[in-house]
């Protein structure tokens, strides 16, 4: 194995994947700015060839094709034995997949922001890390610029976390802040997506699998366990409307879109099973993550040792995103990465059916015994109404009423909900978000 000294001295050669906004950025800053600018650093490395997937593409970065081959073959990386590491930035999770695992079996060092992929894969990863001793690192797989990936790895080795929550997509959270000034939904994910910031097919950001994928990465690094994806509880923000922003200004509070893992408390303080989530949540003005605007990104993290921490930055875009993937590339040259990209192991239970205190609006077409109707459904769910929001009737068509409940199982809370669905004056399925009522 190469001693330290003399891989500062090597030049290291990088194969690129993918060539669009992010590929174009650290290709601007490994070639541009950092290889001109060696005075933090005594690495060297170079980006001999980028695959994409039509070459003849116009490209919004200038390549300097004396030093770098563009390709559409992806096999003129993975099987080119010269180049030492490998940044994939196409994302998805099929061939990706393929560029990942057989780069890291192949002795080959990888650097991806492909939150997709490492959260269905987490386990298959380091297996492969472990064998090979090959480096893996994913910093700008998770809110972008925001250093929460290296602070989770390095920065709480002797402390013990609680919880991690955050807003971790920036499409969402400009829409819940524009729906919180009486925008509706539809009328800002137009603008959202004219701005760039929503997809032609926004689902992935609003229904909540984008901040899925990076909530559970961030459990297994904070609690040390594999959440499969798929079973994580996972609620959007395309069922909000700015009525539910006024119902929130009543409470005191706003609402995010929030990713939490939290170690859930049985016999004594945060002893029980871990509980992984994605849902809008009803927070007070207070918490740490409530004063989030536009599309920057926040993670607050409870632990015993620190009490509560936050991390806020922006969450995407070309500058921020690179600038992560290259102090990855850097890590890794200058041998300061870490050992294992999971080292935290945890045996503990999951158990996402959480409790929380709810809120809940109905929209319903107005007539006598509404109130007892609900109140006896909630009885029959075992749930209890703290209060009652509404406001004055102005449509009797079409209006809408809030109930708080006491903390119950969020199993119980949906069925609850559906129930009420069902019956007469109901026009639609009821809005049901956790409601965080205290700090933090």
Known sequence: MASPSSSLSKTVRIGLVGGGTVGGGVYELIMGRLNNNKTNTNANCTITKICVRDVNKPRDFTIDETQTILTSNI??????????????????????????????????????????LVAECLDEIDEVVKRTGSKFAFEASVCGGIPIIHTLQQCYSGDIIHEISGIMNGTTNYMLCKMEHGADYDQVLKEAQELGYAEADPTADVEGF??????????KLAFGKTVPVNSIPCTGISQLGAVDFEYAKLLG?????????????????????????????VLPRAHLLSSTIGSGNAVAVTSANLGNASYTGPGAGRAPTASSVVADIYRILTHTSPTSPFLLQSDMDIDNDYWSEFYIRINFTD?????????????????????????????????????????????QALAFCRDIAKEDFARSNPVCMPLNVEYP
């Open 367 to 411: 007539s006598l015994g509404i109130i007892r109707c609900v109140g006896e459904l909630a009885e029959k769910h075992f749930i209890s109404i703290n209060s009652v929001l509404q406001n004055p009737i102005v449509d009797r068509a079409n209006a809408d009423f809030v109930i708080t409940t006491e903390a119950c199982k969020h199993s």
């Open 253 to 281: 509070c706003t609402i995010k879109l929030i990713g939490t893992a939290k170690r859930l408390s049985n016999f004594g303080e945060y002893d029980g099973p871990l509980s992984v989530s994605v849902s809008p949540r």
């Open 75 to 116: 096999r003129d990386i993975l099987d080119d034995s010269s180049i030492d590491m490998v940044v994939e930035l196409m994302g998805g999770t099929t061939l990706a997949k393929t560029v990942v695992l057989e780069s890291l079996h192949n002795g080959k060092s990888v650097v991806t922001a492909n939150k997709a």
């Open 210 to 219: 984008d901040v899925r994928a990076k909530i559970a990465i961030l459990a």
